[in-house]
């Protein structure tokens, strides 16, 4: 079901772009790069953690026509917990490496309202997290099995620019192999020199475990700070 949402929002986004170039339409692609920090905090009531951290990650976008565009990008974050209930199977306290890839493309419209750009978008997800250093009572634990969980996450947003900056924000869905549920992600952006703007952004996950959904629920708050350029 996965490969087929990406194959056929990959063969809408080749149509589109066939019938630019049959229309004569000239685009010349540009491509964004933004470089971010980030802090991640993580919330799982059932089993009574709440580890957060720091990390970074960059993202990478390329408008392929005026209203194709394509994407990826990569976030890396370290989370520690120091208040585990040994109950929860990781000790007292533990760290976490996170790690999230994603590449994907969509549709873009724009209006002449304010200006406001509406966009849709279908893409690839990956999550892998690893809890390392785990201790109980002083006593070292070790580390446990990286854990893979992918999927695809639809997306619909806006996009509107008013002098000086512009504000942004998406709902969608993640659909991945052992969670899945709601996502919402809000940003603002300004220039602070040609071709470059400084952005802040926040993003929401609920995700739910497949296995008990209603019994083992995980929160994410992902806050974002860095610089985007343009070329």
């Known amino acids: ?3 087929l949402l990406i194959a056929g929002a990959a063969a809408g986004v080749m149509c589109v772009a066939g019938a630019s170039e049959a229309d004569g339409f000239y685009f010349q692609p540009h491509a964004n790069l933004a470089l971010y920090g980030s802090y991640m905090d993580q919330n799982n009531e059932q089993a009574g953690v709440d580890p957060g951290g720091g990390g970074g990650g960059a993202q990478l976008g390329l408008s392929i026509t005026p209203n ?8 890396y974050n370290y989370l520690t917990e120091s208040n585990a209930p040994v109950s929860a199977g990781v000790g007292s306290s ?8 994603r590449v994907g493309g969509g549709l873009v419209f724009h209006t002449p309202v304010a200006p406001l750009d509406v966009y849709g978008k279908v893409e690839y997800v990956h999550y892998d997290y690893q ?4 201790e109980s009572g002083g006593v070292p634990l070790g580390n446990a099995d990286r854990i893979s969980n992918d999927g695809v996450g639809l997306h619909a947003g806006v996009q509107t620019r008013f002098p000086g900056f512009s504000v942004y924000g998406s709902v969608g869905y993640l659909q991945l192999d052992n969670s899945e549920g709601p996502e919402i992600n809000v940003g603002f952006e300004t220039p602070m020199a040609p071709f470059t703007w400084a ?8 995700l739910h475990n497949k296995d008990s959904f209603y019994y083992d629920r995980t929160e994410s708050d992902d806050v974002r700070a860095g610089v985007r350029m343009s070329f």
């Open 1 to 3: 079901m996965n490969k």
């Open 68 to 75: 194709v565009f394509i994407g990826g990008s990569y976030q």
């Open 94 to 101: 533990y760290g976490e490496r996170v790690n999230q890839g």
């Open 131 to 134: 809890v390392v250093h785990a």
């Open 199 to 206: 952005f802040f952004e926040y993003r929401y996950d609920d």
